[in-house]
């Protein structure tokens, strides 16, 4: 930690800090300039809350020098995490990148879900994505089927082969989620919602987090962080889009450069979800591709079997048509990246380089 | 509702969509221009979902004419929401604005909690506030007290004669909230936790729902709306600055204008919190103040018995002497400010007229 | 400037960054953690680009420990600038605020503008504004009438005795403003023409810069620091909002925190626009007096003989009897501000405790 | 275009507005709702300001449904725009992605700008690019070396046969421009500089504009408007980041989505600048190849012959190794995507159809 006091800070105020810190365990450094006194401290930042430093009398600036997310970063666990389904899937390190598709929300014709979920084993998918647990921005719009639709991805599930991933929006359903899915997520709007992460440290089953849509970085990386820390190790992070000033012909503007960013920083699995990062049919192949061009470790998107007549985000479902075919063009560029391959080390040797 | 379609859209895709919309409740206008069909469409937006229409071929776009939030709005309830506390302290409408302050945490001593609201009462303010559960970014970072920490507001209250307002984080704690606190807190991070916020709208005790630090005023009302369509009318807005590109010099910019914006589009009290909204000691009282001459119903902010030690926020936190100090000019500007005055009469004309 | 080396940086890089800083004239101190090490380096940080060091094998990352507007800024200039005009109008410091109004733009008819401005005189305003020189979005928007505007504004203040306040947009420009203009106002998207700044630190005219809708406090402030820089030390700061992830209700976001900081950090006057800040009429009051109790030495605002044929920003155009009614309140208000109490040195000494 | 009353607009207020728009030419058609009216009118969008309908008295929303860059466009200008130079190189439309790298300032030796030269030829690159004029946040940074730093692009092309892409800051350096560079490049601070996109207008030579950090699509086009308006209708658009709320890991967050978009609703060649829209040397490989697979007719990035001395940007800028080695997979990428393939087509065909 280093901490910049003011120019006009006192020697009383400057050894105050340093006391403190010392105090704390942290081995301390004055650098004195002609200006003003630079502190630099050397120890475990969890035994010291930076903002009880920033409110001691003199203290111009506190900056972290290292980085907050232990478990979740690289530092400490160099190797990429790789996750394995019972069925064989991975994901995650350079394993093949997945792909998890289906509704937005189940709904109530079983036979509309089973129709995608065919499709979607046809084409090669792992995972079949859907919501039974809605987060709706108004109370009027349809709040999901809850454990109906829970046991529609089980079925579903059952008769293909497709691994089911589904959302959790309260800590009480995470017994039911833990039944049926084999990938609970955590939807953007809850990735600091810190109850349900420190709840699902305490299950085994995989959990992805969405990044919130004000979410930085490291707030992202410290969401993984609480359910590693509460005892969970399987966290896969899903890139969605983040909130800006432009959203006229976009719902959010994905930001692609968080894939080789988190691959940089930490060891876990990416997933870009290129329907919601965009909200439009046509910027998912695009988008799709170029989210695996940078390294994500798998794609989540939409598929509706009639989505003019879905009940969440249709406008960013594809058809079963249209789907089949930006799915074998995304396939085929899936084949065409040999993901162990030369290149790619070459390239990390130059990020470690920076 | 307004569909507008492409240019080049077919009669048959114009026919679709009007004959769905017909189908919902709605009546339709068309109208042809020579470049593109506009579908001007009547009716309960809650009947049909805008992403559902979205989704037909040939829609460029929809767009919502009325707002979405009934309840939370002025259309249907143009009195003012004045929510009356046992203890005859009032909050909305043109009632004196009220005080709500505190530690940003509740800690270890009671001791030190007891002196803040000494402090409190004896400025004249009506609430203590303090966290029990704290959301917070890093889980290594102090997580509260919980139950203990309410008692421990409890007591305070108990000596004081303040009211007490609290954060709930999780559906399962609101029982033991709704036992302690006399207005529950909703924290920015969990705005869009809609579980959370349906269980709010089953009890009768009022919410206070803080923005969270990306929502717009749509969704902020929105927020409320979950609450009241549940229920409980008893909901208070709480300003706490949103998140932007700029936050070199604060935590979060305070958008003061969504006060006067509030006020004119809902009938809910509306608080302000520059402690949170600013990140900044010193810019609790400029902004504290503008808050209120733009029509804040209250303003919350945080004091802590030794800011030099406290267990979060302590920069964003004002000492006793210095909390003393400005509440005193604070006091002075809202007895100064004439809430029943023609000034802002002759104001909301203005505001009617645009 | 500090610099953090990586975890894994060799002696050979860190001593090759420590060398190139010493030949540039720092003094260097090297704190030698066990995870990693951190280079104090004090000096002058006009000599070395941060850029530089940041492209360094083994550098983490550069922080700088000053400001970098030493012009601008209050550490070698603690007095408040005031600026003096011919007529004995100020402007800063501890001075009365002052009001700038009139249309957005200047329009073919003079009278529309000397009606406004015999309004604006009458109400105790100072300043007359109007554009001549319009910046628009789109080409085919109103442009301006150039220098019959210009002609327009110095006989509306030839017989009101107002000051011109009006917009530049080009460095060709400026001898024309130079000769019509009383402050000459940087337009918000050319807050870093960089050209236009050095060229306005050639001539004495006081200079009114308004914040670009994405510019940090720190790129105001340097945007200052290049005219004062080339040698114009008369540079007035307007505060007109930034750019959100939210306009629905709103043009932009008025970032008032800005006025006590920018008052904090720097001696230069500090105008608030609320009519830009925010595009909408009814807000203009509110958040006009908002920005007063914030600090502001001035308000600029815009009134319309007509707002409903305005060539331009009509929506957020006070009609002339609005601004009779507002003005008179906000005069009101100014009145009742004692700029020189005991209240602000106070708050002042707060502020310089943090 | 679509005005939205008030619900409590009265019949009058709706009479107004309907004349006012049929006095300007527009088509009128009232629907009447039980709780408001809409009035659509169609015509010619430049007759009239959205902004003075939004200030009529009654009015509570004016929408515009067909947008406002009718040159930069694709609704009349299906084709894409090819820009051809007198060397034979192309870019747009289906032609083969160029490659425009070089230093961000020229500096003072030529042979290391002759070094990267020489390297760009080697590698297949099309441009070299450089800063003569250099646009700086603060004054007391490098400034560029002006005419002379043209001279030695003008002379390091002559010797490789590269073209030249460099940056004009003011109108008064366009004749100087004309004679030196091959594109003249709009800096993102100057997108909204008019009178430079005007002067602009009048010549001939490409300009290649910069999206301002800021700036939305739509005035990202409008910019674009301006220059084929005033006569010049060769210009290219540049991606290079937006600025958002998480600029810890980046410098700015690319928005690669911008890259379907421009391409769906303009005929314009749109290239993406990874190196400065991250600012980080580790992330130009992926960020450009993701550009390259959504659709980007070219990148931009940068390469110094020795960046750890580099006057402007060195943390971004590859030495003459990495780039060698990086542009080696991105020609192999580019090799790899067929432009004139089937799949392409079939995108298209989708984005059609939403």
Chains 1, 2, 3, 4 share one sequence.
């Not at 942290?26 to 930042?45: C, H, Q, W």
Request: net charge neutral; glycine share 8%; aromatic share 6%.
């Amino acid at each position: 930690m280093i901490v910049v006091m003011e120019p006009k800070a006192t020697e009383a105020q400057i050894q105050k800090v340093a006391n403190y810190l010392e105090g704390h365990g942290f081995k301390i450094n004055l650098n004195r300039g002609e200006v003003l006194t630079v502190i630099a401290a050397i120890g475990d930042k969890r035994m010291v809350s930076t903002s009880v430093i920033n409110s001691f009398e003199g203290v111009h600036e506190v900056k972290l020098i290292q980085e907050p997310y232990k478990l979740a970063g690289r530092g400490a666990h160099p190797e990429d995490t790789v996750i394995t389904f019972e069925n064989g899937v991975k994901i995650g390190g350079s394993e093949k990148p997945v792909l998890m598709v289906g509704p937005c929300s189940v709904e109530k014709e079983f036979e509309g879900l089973l129709e995608v979920a065919v499709a979607a084993k046809e084409m090669g998918c792992e995972f079949l994505r859907g919501g039974a647990f809605k987060p709706r921005t108004s109370p009027y719009d349809f709040q999901g089927l809850e454990e109906k639709g829970l046991q529609y991805l089980h079925e579903a599930s059952k008769r293909t082969g497709l691994l089911v991933v589904t959302e959790v929006m309260d800590t009480i359903d995470i017994p039911l989620l833990n039944k049926y899915a084999d990938v609970i997520q955590v939807g953007a709007r809850n990735m600091q919602n810190f109850k349900l992460l420190k709840a699902l440290g305490n299950i085994k089953k995989p959990v992805m987090i969405k990044r919130g849509p004000s979410a930085n970085i490291r707030e992202f990386l410290l969401a993984a962080e609480y359910v590693i820390f509460n005892g969970n190790p399987n966290v896969i992070l899903c890139e969605r889009g983040i909130r800006t000033f432009d959203h006229d012909f976009t719902r959010n503007t994905l930001d692609l450069a968080a894939v080789p960013i988190l691959r940089k920083y930490s060891h876990l699995p990416v997933v870009v979800d290129p329907s919601h990062g965009t909200g439009k049919r046509y910027l998912i192949e695009p988008m799709g591709k170029a989210a695996l061009v940078a390294g994500a470790h798998g794609l989540m998107y939409e598929v509706h079997h009639d989505p003019d007549h879905a009940s969440s985000d249709g406008a960013q479902s594809l058809s079963i048509p249209q789907f089949k075919e930006i799915t074998k063009r995304i396939n085929k560029l899936i084949g065409r990246i040999d993901y162990d391959n030369k290149a790619t080390e070459r390239q990390q040797k130059i990020a470690k380089e920076n």
